[in-house]
């Protein structure tokens, strides 16, 4: 995402530095779409295997089996990393080999010293100041207009909320090669809650029934396919050795032989919980700006389709200035250098270190990132994920029969966060309504606090401790 936003912005004319100790890297893990996401962000051609049909088997008798008719295909990871790298070098993207250490963020003291100063070391400077980056490898130091966190879970620098307790959903993955395996080519398997394999297992199937996993496989052919063992969402997270005993028994009673395994999936995302401060000096997109599903887990298109708005935001935001986001190396002669010193050291004077706190243009980005509706529907997406944390694999089984007894048109909004929060709530009421009777009493039961702490956080709002005073 990070790379998304930076060629998008490089394009418009502004200089760009992306600081990355590994930018050609392709990305460890297998990724999963549904196919119309992608067509709508023009990045089909960055699909390498797609499946007609997405198939979910809730129990083991014949009326539990759902077919889900909307296509799905896997992430061609190293085109898509290849794409979007290469986008940067067309538009003139640099890119720093190293690991950012340090972030620190400067305002001016005073109007007169945007005034008197107008460009510094190539960058503009005006009542938003300016952020240095130091990389701790011995090179320039940088200084830009903004700072953007791509870190993903990592969240180096976009600071979060203390209370700041997500949901775990965790997978352990293999793409293997095998004799055969019972699986239809032209479907790939979404969600499988049958507990058959477990039932010479006890210490396993209980522990199964109390927090469930599922098996999610992508089959490439007869003898190649992508097995995985998930937990849609866990607090605290199931270990992933856990997640291998489930996987290995699974394996043994599909009579699936293993022969070789070409890759080993340890997967684990943060979900849900509170955002980061809204707004923030640092920017943030995809995990660092807390994109990821909080009901599902689901992130890749989200964060794809945020990237372009973020992006045409800073352009807007930034107007006709090409700020630099690269300090370069040259070489004075010794008087040079005591000009360029002194001359730096009374710019620097001018200005004083501000922390994290907002300024006037970070905090209409994050106005973009999380505008009002998306906030709502945000805290939606977190009540249905505390519900999903109390449910046992009963309870799972009868929320997802009733899941994908909705309509196409709510149950595909909901997954792909296209849902307004009146249509949510439409949607909440139809599940409730297509439940048995004891999940309705369940849901209620289970539900209610939830509900309460999602109608105060929509009321509350974000948490602004690093917002600035808005200026008259």
């Known amino acids: 995402s990070g790379l998304a936003v930076a060629e998008r912005v490089a394009a418009s004319g502004r200089k760009v530095c992306v600081v990355d100790p590994?930018?050609?890297?392709?990305?460890?893990?297998?990724?999963?779409?549904?196919?119309?996401?992608?067509?709508?962000?023009?990045?089909?051609?960055?699909?390498?295997?797609?499946?007609?049909?997405a198939t979910v088997f809730l129990d083991s008798d014949a009326g539990s089996k759902k077919t889900l008719s909307r296509p799905y295909g896997r992430v061609d990871r190293k085109r898509l990393k290849s794409k979007l790298y290469e986008n940067c070098l067309k538009h003139g993207v640099r890119f720093r080999e190293a690991l950012a250490k340090e972030v620190r963020h400067y305002t001016p003291k005073n109007a007169e010293t945007t005034r008197s100063v107008g460009q510094w070391n190539e960058l503009t400077v005006d009542t938003t100041g300016y952020s240095t980056i130091n990389c701790g490898d011995g090179g320039a130091e940088l200084k830009g207009k903004l700072v953007l966190d791509a870190t993903g879970h990592a969240k180096k620098f976009v600071q979060f909320r203390e209370d700041y307790d997500p949901g775990y959903q965790g997978a352990y993955g293999i793409l293997v090669d095998v004799d055969k395996h019972p699986f239809e080519l032209d479907k790939m398997l979404f969600m499988d809650w049958r507990d058959d394999h477990l039932a010479d297992l006890p210490d396993l199937r209980e522990g199964n029934a109390k927090i469930p996993t599922f098996l999610y496989a992508m089959p490439f052919s007869e003898t190649q396919i992508f097995l995985e063992e998930t937990s849609l969402v866990a607090r605290p997270v199931v270990p992933f050795d856990e997640l291998k005993r489930r996987l290995d028994a699974r394996l043994k009673h599909l009579d699936i032989n293993v022969k070789s395994v070409h890759e080993e999936e340890y997967c684990l995302i943060p979900m849900g919980s509170s955002l980061p401060y809204v707004p923030q000096r640092v920017l943030g997109i995809g995990g660092t700006a807390g994109m990821v599903h909080p009901s599902t887990g689901y992130m890749v298109a989200r964060m794809l389709g945020a990237a372009p708005v973020l992006a045409d935001t800073i352009i807007d935001l930034l107007g006709g200035g090409q700020p630099t986001l690269v300090s370069e190396p040259s070489l004075p002669s010794a008087a040079g250098k005591r000009r360029e010193a002194q001359a730096a050291g009374s710019v620097e004077d001018s200005f004083v270190e501000t922390g994290n706190k907002a300024t006037e243009l970070s905090r209409e980005i994050w106005a973009t990132v999380w505008?009002?509706?998306?906030?709502?529907?945000?805290?939606?997406?977190?009540?249905?994920?505390?519900?999903?944390?109390?449910?046992?694999?009963?309870?799972?089984?009868?929320?997802?029969?009733?899941?994908?007894?909705?309509?196409d048109y709510h149950w595909q909004g909901f997954l792909s966060s296209r849902l307004s929060l009146p249509e949510l709530i439409v949607f909440g009421l139809s599940l409730f309504s297509k439940s048995s009777w004891e999940m309705r009493f369940s849901l209620v039961a289970k539900g209610l606090p939830g509900l309460i702490g999602m109608l105060t956080a929509i009321a509350k709002g974000p948490d602004s401790k690093y917002a600035s005073e808005k200026r008259k």
């Open 22 to 53: 590994a930018p050609t890297a392709v990305w460890p893990n297998n990724y999963g779409v549904w196919i119309d996401e992608f067509e709508a962000l023009g990045l089909e051609d960055c699909l390498d295997f797609t499946w007609d049909e």
């Open 371 to 407: 505008p009002e509706e998306r906030l709502s529907q945000r805290e939606f997406f977190n009540f249905g994920m505390e519900v999903l944390l109390s449910l046992d694999l009963a309870n799972t089984r009868e929320f997802f029969s009733a899941f994908f007894s909705l309509s």
